[in-house]
T-cell receptor
Framework: GAGVSQTPSNKVTEKGKYVELRCDPISGHTALYWYRQSLGQGPEFLIYFQGTGAADDSGLPNDRFFAVRPEGSVSTLKIQRTERGDSAVYLC?????????????FGSGTRLTVV | QKEVEQNSGPLSVPEGAIASLNCTYSDRGSQSFFWYRQYSGKSPELIMSIYSNGDKEDGRFTAQLNKASQYVSLLIRDSQPSDSATYLCAVRGSSASKIIFGSGTRLSIRP
Protein backbone atom coordinates (compact mmCIF):
# COMPACT_ATOMS: atom_id res chain seq x y z
CA GLY A 1 0.00 0.00 0.00
CA ALA A 2 0.94 3.65 -0.16
CA GLY A 3 1.49 4.04 3.56
CA VAL A 4 1.85 2.06 6.76
CA SER A 5 -1.52 0.61 7.70
CA GLN A 6 -2.46 -0.29 11.27
CA THR A 7 -5.57 -2.07 12.41
CA PRO A 8 -7.67 -1.65 14.41
CA SER A 9 -7.49 2.10 14.87
CA ASN A 10 -9.07 1.76 18.30
CA LYS A 11 -9.28 -1.18 20.65
CA VAL A 12 -10.99 -1.31 24.02
CA THR A 13 -10.41 -4.46 26.03
CA GLU A 14 -10.96 -5.67 29.54
CA LYS A 15 -8.09 -6.16 31.94
CA GLY A 16 -6.68 -9.66 31.62
CA LYS A 17 -7.72 -10.17 28.00
CA TYR A 18 -5.49 -10.94 25.03
CA VAL A 19 -5.14 -8.47 22.13
CA GLU A 20 -3.49 -8.47 18.73
CA LEU A 21 -2.50 -5.34 16.86
CA ARG A 22 -1.67 -5.52 13.17
CA CYS A 23 0.76 -3.53 11.04
CA ASP A 24 1.06 -3.64 7.25
CA PRO A 25 4.25 -1.77 6.22
CA ILE A 26 5.00 0.10 3.03
CA SER A 27 5.61 -2.39 0.23
CA GLY A 28 9.30 -3.21 -0.09
CA HIS A 29 10.30 -1.87 3.32
CA THR A 30 12.38 -4.52 5.03
CA ALA A 31 12.64 -2.83 8.43
CA LEU A 32 9.59 -2.63 10.69
CA TYR A 33 9.39 -1.05 14.13
CA TRP A 34 6.87 -1.03 16.95
CA TYR A 35 6.67 1.86 19.39
CA ARG A 36 4.15 2.86 22.00
CA GLN A 37 3.30 6.36 23.02
CA SER A 38 1.66 7.42 26.26
CA LEU A 39 0.02 10.80 26.68
CA GLY A 40 2.56 13.62 26.86
CA GLN A 41 5.48 11.34 26.06
CA GLY A 42 7.50 10.59 22.97
CA PRO A 43 7.29 7.23 21.22
CA GLU A 44 8.99 4.48 23.21
CA PHE A 45 10.80 1.76 21.26
CA LEU A 46 9.46 -1.78 21.65
CA ILE A 47 10.86 -4.03 18.92
CA TYR A 48 12.41 -3.92 15.47
CA PHE A 49 12.30 -6.48 12.67
CA GLN A 50 14.71 -6.83 9.81
CA GLY A 51 12.89 -9.17 7.44
CA THR A 52 11.26 -11.97 9.39
CA GLY A 53 13.50 -11.89 12.43
CA ALA A 54 13.32 -9.70 15.50
CA ALA A 55 16.68 -7.93 15.36
CA ASP A 56 16.17 -5.98 18.58
CA ASP A 57 13.42 -6.69 21.12
CA SER A 58 15.08 -4.85 23.99
CA GLY A 59 12.15 -2.47 24.39
CA LEU A 60 9.48 -5.07 25.11
CA PRO A 61 8.50 -4.32 28.73
CA ASN A 62 7.91 -7.90 29.84
CA ASP A 63 7.05 -11.37 28.59
CA ARG A 64 3.37 -10.47 28.12
CA PHE A 65 4.42 -8.68 24.95
CA PHE A 66 5.36 -10.58 21.81
CA ALA A 67 5.57 -9.70 18.13
CA VAL A 68 5.90 -11.71 14.94
CA ARG A 69 6.51 -11.02 11.28
CA PRO A 70 6.34 -14.49 9.72
CA GLU A 71 6.63 -13.56 6.03
CA GLY A 72 8.68 -10.42 6.34
CA SER A 73 5.77 -8.12 5.62
CA VAL A 74 2.78 -7.85 7.97
CA SER A 75 3.57 -7.83 11.67
CA THR A 76 1.38 -8.57 14.67
CA LEU A 77 2.02 -7.27 18.18
CA LYS A 78 0.46 -9.56 20.78
CA ILE A 79 -0.26 -8.59 24.37
CA GLN A 80 -1.33 -11.23 26.86
CA ARG A 81 -3.12 -10.61 30.16
CA THR A 82 -3.52 -6.93 29.43
CA GLU A 83 -3.16 -4.44 32.26
CA ARG A 84 -4.47 -0.89 32.58
CA GLY A 85 -0.90 0.37 32.28
CA ASP A 86 -0.76 -1.06 28.75
CA SER A 87 -3.18 1.65 27.61
CA ALA A 88 -1.37 3.76 25.01
CA VAL A 89 -1.16 4.42 21.31
CA TYR A 90 0.81 1.67 19.60
CA LEU A 91 2.67 2.95 16.57
CA CYS A 92 4.17 0.94 13.77
CA UNK A 93 6.78 2.34 11.39
CA UNK A 94 8.71 1.03 8.45
CA UNK A 95 11.79 2.04 6.51
CA UNK A 96 13.49 0.82 3.37
CA UNK A 97 16.31 -0.60 5.46
CA UNK A 98 17.34 -0.43 9.05
CA UNK A 99 20.83 0.93 8.63
CA UNK A 100 21.68 4.26 7.17
CA UNK A 101 20.23 7.65 7.56
CA UNK A 102 16.58 7.23 6.64
CA UNK A 103 13.88 8.16 9.06
CA UNK A 104 10.69 6.23 9.53
CA UNK A 105 7.21 6.51 8.13
CA PHE A 106 4.65 5.90 10.87
CA GLY A 107 1.22 4.41 10.58
CA SER A 108 -1.75 6.16 12.15
CA GLY A 109 -1.50 3.99 15.26
CA THR A 110 -3.78 1.80 17.32
CA ARG A 111 -5.19 3.39 20.45
CA LEU A 112 -5.45 0.63 23.05
CA THR A 113 -7.58 1.21 26.12
CA VAL A 114 -7.61 -1.41 28.87
CA VAL A 115 -10.57 -1.03 31.23
CA GLN B 1 19.89 10.83 32.21
CA LYS B 2 17.47 10.38 29.33
CA GLU B 3 19.00 9.48 25.99
CA VAL B 4 17.26 12.36 24.20
CA GLU B 5 16.18 15.41 26.18
CA GLN B 6 13.85 18.21 25.18
CA ASN B 7 12.15 21.00 27.06
CA SER B 8 8.48 20.00 27.22
CA GLY B 9 7.23 23.56 26.80
CA PRO B 10 4.79 24.90 25.96
CA LEU B 11 6.75 27.33 23.85
CA SER B 12 4.61 30.26 22.74
CA VAL B 13 5.77 32.29 19.74
CA PRO B 14 3.96 35.13 17.94
CA GLU B 15 2.95 34.55 14.34
CA GLY B 16 5.69 35.56 11.92
CA ALA B 17 8.50 35.17 14.47
CA ILE B 18 11.22 32.52 14.62
CA ALA B 19 10.57 29.46 16.77
CA SER B 20 13.66 27.77 18.19
CA LEU B 21 13.46 24.20 19.48
CA ASN B 22 16.36 22.47 21.18
CA CYS B 23 17.44 18.95 21.96
CA THR B 24 20.43 17.23 23.58
CA TYR B 25 21.43 13.58 23.33
CA SER B 26 23.66 11.34 25.39
CA ASP B 27 25.13 8.83 22.90
CA ARG B 28 28.24 10.49 21.48
CA GLY B 29 28.36 7.90 18.69
CA SER B 30 24.94 8.86 17.34
CA GLN B 31 24.77 9.01 13.58
CA SER B 32 21.50 10.45 12.38
CA PHE B 33 19.18 13.08 13.79
CA PHE B 34 15.56 13.79 13.01
CA TRP B 35 12.77 16.18 13.79
CA TYR B 36 9.20 14.95 13.71
CA ARG B 37 6.06 17.04 13.97
CA GLN B 38 3.02 15.58 15.73
CA TYR B 39 -0.39 17.18 15.67
CA SER B 40 -2.77 16.32 18.48
CA GLY B 41 -4.31 12.89 17.91
CA LYS B 42 -2.10 12.15 14.91
CA SER B 43 1.05 10.12 14.42
CA PRO B 44 4.53 11.68 14.08
CA GLU B 45 5.54 13.02 10.68
CA LEU B 46 9.17 13.36 9.63
CA ILE B 47 9.99 16.96 8.71
CA MET B 48 13.79 17.19 8.86
CA SER B 49 16.81 14.93 9.03
CA ILE B 50 20.46 15.92 9.50
CA TYR B 51 23.61 13.81 9.59
CA SER B 52 26.63 16.12 9.68
CA ASN B 53 27.63 19.16 11.69
CA GLY B 54 26.23 22.48 10.57
CA ASP B 55 22.93 23.71 9.21
CA LYS B 56 20.45 22.13 6.83
CA GLU B 57 17.66 24.24 5.42
CA ASP B 58 14.37 23.14 3.90
CA GLY B 59 11.89 25.92 3.23
CA ARG B 60 11.04 27.65 6.51
CA PHE B 61 12.80 24.95 8.53
CA THR B 62 16.49 24.83 9.48
CA ALA B 63 18.03 21.99 11.43
CA GLN B 64 21.30 22.59 13.22
CA LEU B 65 23.66 19.92 14.53
CA ASN B 66 26.65 20.25 16.83
CA LYS B 67 28.08 16.81 17.58
CA ALA B 68 30.79 18.14 19.90
CA SER B 69 28.10 19.63 22.15
CA GLN B 70 25.66 16.77 21.45
CA TYR B 71 23.05 19.33 20.53
CA VAL B 72 20.42 19.50 17.80
CA SER B 73 18.05 22.35 17.12
CA LEU B 74 15.20 23.22 14.80
CA LEU B 75 14.42 26.75 13.70
CA ILE B 76 11.07 27.61 12.14
CA ARG B 77 11.04 30.95 10.35
CA ASP B 78 7.91 33.01 9.71
CA SER B 79 5.94 30.86 12.17
CA GLN B 80 2.36 30.12 11.17
CA PRO B 81 -0.59 28.98 13.32
CA SER B 82 -0.44 25.69 11.41
CA ASP B 83 3.02 25.11 12.95
CA SER B 84 1.37 24.67 16.36
CA ALA B 85 2.15 21.07 17.26
CA THR B 86 4.48 18.93 19.34
CA TYR B 87 7.97 18.62 17.89
CA LEU B 88 9.86 15.42 18.61
CA CYS B 89 13.62 15.21 18.43
CA ALA B 90 14.84 11.73 17.47
CA VAL B 91 18.31 10.22 17.31
CA ARG B 92 19.65 7.07 15.71
CA GLY B 93 22.37 5.94 18.09
CA SER B 94 25.66 4.19 17.60
CA SER B 95 23.92 0.81 17.39
CA ALA B 96 22.15 2.23 14.31
CA SER B 97 19.24 -0.17 14.60
CA LYS B 98 16.59 2.03 16.16
CA ILE B 99 15.64 5.64 16.64
CA ILE B 100 15.18 7.03 20.15
CA PHE B 101 12.70 9.87 20.65
CA GLY B 102 12.63 12.70 23.10
CA SER B 103 9.42 13.51 24.94
CA GLY B 104 8.67 16.43 22.63
CA THR B 105 8.27 20.20 22.87
CA ARG B 106 4.79 21.63 22.53
CA LEU B 107 4.86 24.71 20.28
CA SER B 108 2.02 27.22 20.15
CA ILE B 109 1.96 30.00 17.55
CA ARG B 110 -0.23 32.86 18.71
CA PRO B 111 -1.90 35.05 16.05
Amino acid sequence: GAGVSQTPSNKVTEKGKYVELRCDPISGHTALYWYRQSLGQGPEFLIYFQGTGAADDSGLPNDRFFAVRPEGSVSTLKIQRTERGDSAVYLCASSLRAQGASGYTFGSGTRLTVV
Amino acid sequence: QKEVEQNSGPLSVPEGAIASLNCTYSDRGSQSFFWYRQYSGKSPELIMSIYSNGDKEDGRFTAQLNKASQYVSLLIRDSQPSDSATYLCAVRGSSASKIIFGSGTRLSIRP
